[in-house]
């Protein structure tokens, strides 16, 4: 494949060039990068918090594309799932959005209630220069709540500049309650956003090893839990990419210490576990940690054995926001059998990229904020049967015909954990094997499979042998 020459040094192939990786730049102009703004990068990681208001300051469309950009799940409240704007017009260009600002705050906090309100600053904010934080201030002495300023204008660099927006934001909160009577055992869980439920499962992992879980930054936590998580012994960074700047933070005004770990299969959630218990040196802790990870992977192991006899072979392409969930999913796919020729991300490092380049095979592809081009051709090149993404990437893989499987924002099943793992690689099964892939021009890898096709136009019905031993027939209108 021909690559922009700009873009070279973010393309690397193991085994077949020097590696020089370049990141954390500015995505190259007319490249249609699958990044996200600086505006979505706040939001990603704010909207979890389910007792706030979030309030984005700028025109309709910017709080249409990021309504409920998350499927973070609440235990209580879902003031989060609402979509508030200031819905700025020409006229509020022209004479400024203050006033208007000001009478949102002040409706939605009578209207609602809320513990503290988010004002999200967009584009158009940051070409006439409203002074959102002396909004903020004002409403919050007026309503006696927290009301917080995220810098998040769209255009003032890339996703993991709007991730910090959001980290400063969220330090501003912590420090707030006193935490009398925490326990010596406690932390707080970073990254981790509660999609399809996933944070109580891993809460539920750290609790029945005797730790106190003080705040989960951002899913399914509410205001109070940020304001005392400055007590908690550790912090756990999942998402690097988006929840590494509050950890500093907090390591450099608290002193409290950081892990970074992932909950994506066997292997990464068993570290998970015995680190944490590793930081506190205490043999109970070990203990039920080691009694914990040996009865869930007892559990799931049988059949996990079952469908990596499915999947062994099987090629599989990975592109994901932070470059740390890659890791993670390259060693799950591993352990079915897979085979990983393409795997990159929106928001890694060089040190990230180094480690993507100790533990991928020879010949693997590792890129650097690509574009919908770029990955379509790696897709085909590789001749990938599976492509991990986000929402941004799903297109892609259905119109080449290849399996997906969302690891983002939008899915309905948790795939993080023990019984994640098992989820995930049902979804991949299903995925891959899924006899529609055969109807796909793409996927044709034989003249058989050719006149397969033309056959199912011609005939009346066509019946496939489904993996499950089942048929389904597709007949023509």
């Given amino acids: ?121 967009t584009c158009i904010i940051g070409v006439i220069g409203d002074d959102v934080a002396a909004v903020c201030k004002k409403v919050s002495l007026e309503k ?25 934001a969220l330090f501003k909160l912590t420090g707030q309650i006193p935490v009398d009577n925490m326990s010596q055992y406690s932390m707080n869980i970073m990254g981790e956003f509660n999609i399809a439920g996933e944070t109580w499962l891993i809460r539920s992992y750290y609790e029945n090893m005797g730790i106190q879980v ?31 700047y509050l950890a500093k933070m907090f390591e450099e005004h608290y002193g409290t210490p950081y892990l970074r770990v992932a909950y994506f299969g066997i292997e990464d959630m068993s570290e998970a576990l015995y680190s944490v218990a590793k ?19 007892e559990v799931i192991y ?6 990596q006899q499915k999947l062994t072979g099987k090629r599989a392409a990975v592109y994901v926001g932070g470059a740390f969930k890659a890791f993670a999913l390259v060693r799950a796919l591993r352990l079915l059998g897979m085979k990983v ?42 001749e990938v049967d599976l492509f991990i993404g986000g929402v941004k ?14 690891h983002n924002h939008e899915r309905k099943k948790p795939l993080a954990g023990f019984a994640g793992m098992l989820n995930f690689a049902a979804e991949i099964y299903s995925s891959v094997h899924s006899p529609v892939w055969r109807l ?18 011609d005939s009346k019905a066509c019946v496939f042998d489904s993996p499950t031993g089942f048929s389904r027939v597709y007949k023509n209108a």
């Fill in 1 to 121: 494949m021909a690559i922009l020459e700009q873009r070279q040094k973010q393309v690397y192939t193991k085994g077949q060039s020097v590696f020089e990786m370049e990141c954390n730049k500015p995505s190259l102009a007319g490249s249609v990068s699958q990044r996200a703004c600086v505006f979505c990068g706040s939001r990603v990681v704010l909207y979890p918090i389910a007792d706030a208001v979030h309030l984005v300051h700028g025109p309709i469309g910017c709080a249409a594309y990021t309504w409920d950009i998350r499927g973070a799940l609440s235990s209580g409240p879902e003031l989060h799932r609402l979509s508030f704007s200031t819905d700025l017009q020409e006229l509020d260009v022209i004479n400024g959005g203050e006033q208007k600002l000001y009478c949102a705050l002040s409706e939605l906090i009578d209207r609602y209630h809320p513990n503290a309100a988010f004002v999200y600053s």
């Fill in 144 to 168: 006696g709540i927290p009301v917080l300023p995220v810098d998040s204008e769209g255009f003032k660099g890339t996703k993991k500049d709007g991730y910090r927006a959001a980290c400063s």
């Fill in 214 to 244: 003080v705040s989960c930054l951002t899913g399914d936590t509410r205001i109070d839990d940020i304001q005392r998580s400055h007590g908690a012994a550790l912090n756990v960074v999942q998402c690097s990419g988006s929840m590494v």
């Fill in 279 to 297: 930081f506190f040196k205490d043999p109970e802790i070990m203990r039920r940690a080691r009694e914990l990870v040996r009865e869930e992977v």
């Fill in 302 to 307: 049988p059949k996990l054995l079952e469908y």
């Fill in 341 to 382: 020729v393409m795997v990159g991300s929106q928001t890694g490092n060089k040190d990230d990229y180094q480690q993507l380049r100790n533990i991928c095979d020879e010949g693997t592809i590792i890129v650097d904020d690509s574009n919908p081009l770029e990955l379509s051709a790696f897709l085909r090149e590789q």
């Fill in 393 to 406: 990437e799903r297109p892609l893989a259905y119109k080449l015909g290849i399996g997906f499987c969302d």
């Fill in 440 to 457: 796909s021009p793409y996927r044709q890898k034989s003249n058989q499979d050719a006149a397969d096709k033309t056959d199912f136009q």
